[in-house]
């Protein structure tokens, strides 16, 4: 069975310090990654994806992929209140779906 | 306007009613997916459409049915309605031409609740 695994938290950061958020996946073919923010109530909303090992940055976040350990992470630079959310984890696994992990609660302490 | 709409936004009903969500894309996509979320689960797949005359059952489907009247509408039904399908419940779309990568678009969810 393909599955995401991510800290459901609430993961508490100060504002302006970063936020690591990580997420483990049992398979080793997966393809790519996505992570997705959704606040209370609201839907999700995609703001990474990453399908070659390595980092990659987009302003404030940046997602690192290690295939090998078959682990995924996004950083939050200079976190700010806005960025108090659940962030998801998804992953391709090449059977034409996505699998969520559960998510992981961000607080971010003025 | 919102590329992926959803209809009722919100919808109480009784146990063993009929219930249906629908859901509109403006995005021209082929794949459309429909997913429920509780508390602690994360978002589960219900079923899953990549055509019009392609319908796939996701890891939830029973008690549930679907219908794609178009490429741009894809309808979920509660034939009868039970107190444990309360959650909120997602749209989303996909293009095919995308497909390594499979970015979903979610529309707005639809919060039901069954007493």
């Known amino acids: 069975q393909k599955e995401v695994e991510q800290n459901s938290g609430p993961l508490s950061v100060p504002e302006g310090a970063i936020a690591s958020l990580n997420c483990t996946y049992s398979?080793?073919?997966?393809?790519?990654f996505f992570w997705y923010r959704q606040y209370s109530g609201k839907s999700p909303e995609l703001i990474m994806f990453?399908?070659?090992?390595g980092d990659k940055e987009d302003g404030r976040f940046t997602a690192q992929l290690n295939k090998a350990s078959q682990y995924v992470s996004l950083l939050i630079r200079d976190s700010q209140p806005s960025d108090s959310a659940t962030y998801l984890c998804?992953?391709?696994?090449?059977?034409?779906?996505?699998?969520f992990g559960t998510g992981t609660r961000l607080t971010i302490i003025p | 306007d919102a590329d992926v709409t959803q209809t009722p936004r919100n919808r109480i009903t009784k146990t063993g009613k009929r219930i249906m969500l629908e859901c509109s894309q403006t995005?021209?996509?082929?794949?459309m997916y429909w997913y429920r979320q509780d508390p602690g689960l994360g978002l589960r797949l219900i079923y899953y459409?990549?055509?019009?005359?392609?319908?796939n059952k996701g890891e939830i489907s029973d008690g549930y049915s679907v219908s794609r009247q178009a490429q741009a509408k894809f309808s979920l039904s509660l034939e009868s309605a039970i107190p444990n399908q309360t959650a909120l419940y997602f749209c989303?779309?996909?293009?095919?031409?995308?497909?390594?990568?499979?970015?979903?678009?979610f529309g707005p969810g639809t919060r039901l609740t069954v007493l």
């Open positions: 990453i399908y070659s090992n």
């Open positions: 995005k021209g996509h082929d794949r």
């Open positions: 989303a779309t996909s293009d095919r031409s995308g497909s390594r990568y499979n970015e979903q678009f």
């Open positions: 998804a992953v391709y696994f090449g059977n034409e779906k996505l699998t």
């Open positions: 459409s990549f055509d019009v005359k392609d319908i």
């Open positions: 398979d080793r073919g997966s393809q790519s």
